[in-house]
């Protein structure tokens, strides 16, 4: 699977940005995408996650200020965030899952290239 991932950029807070991710390639069926984030200085941590069935859950501190969506047709995973916050400051990274269309034992994790966001106050 490859991903392209797109968006970012720098913002004042309290601005929005949106980033989307798409997967490309054959033989494979995605199950979970997700958003990972690593500030300066930080380990990676989880933002958001959506299942291939739509199911969604988020970090606490981007809860009710992020929106993870996607597109199954299209293979796209996007994160709308609103109310930014200086602390929300970080590379972002796209991750999916996926199985081997032929053998769904195997799986496949991939990652997206980072996309930095910047919020400034």
């Known amino acids: 699977v490859q991903l392209q991932a797109s968006g970012g950029g720098s913002v004042q807070a309290g601005g929005s940005l949106r980033l989307s991710c798409t997967a490309s390639g054959s033989g494979f069926e995605i199950t979970d995408m997700s958003w990972y984030r690593q500030a300066p200085g930080k380990g990676h941590e989880l933002v958001a996650s959506?299942?291939?069935?739509?199911?969604?859950n988020y970090a606490d501190s981007v809860k009710g200020r992020f929106a993870i969506s996607r597109d199954n047709t299209k293979n796209t995973v996007d994160l709308q965030m609103n109310s930014l916050r200086p602390e929300d400051t970080a590379v972002y990274y796209c991750n999916v899952k996926s199985t081997d269309a032929r053998d769904y034992s195997v799986v496949y994790e991939d990652w997206g290239q980072g996309i930095l966001v910047t919020v400034s106050s």
């Open positions: 959506i299942s291939s069935s739509g199911s969604s």
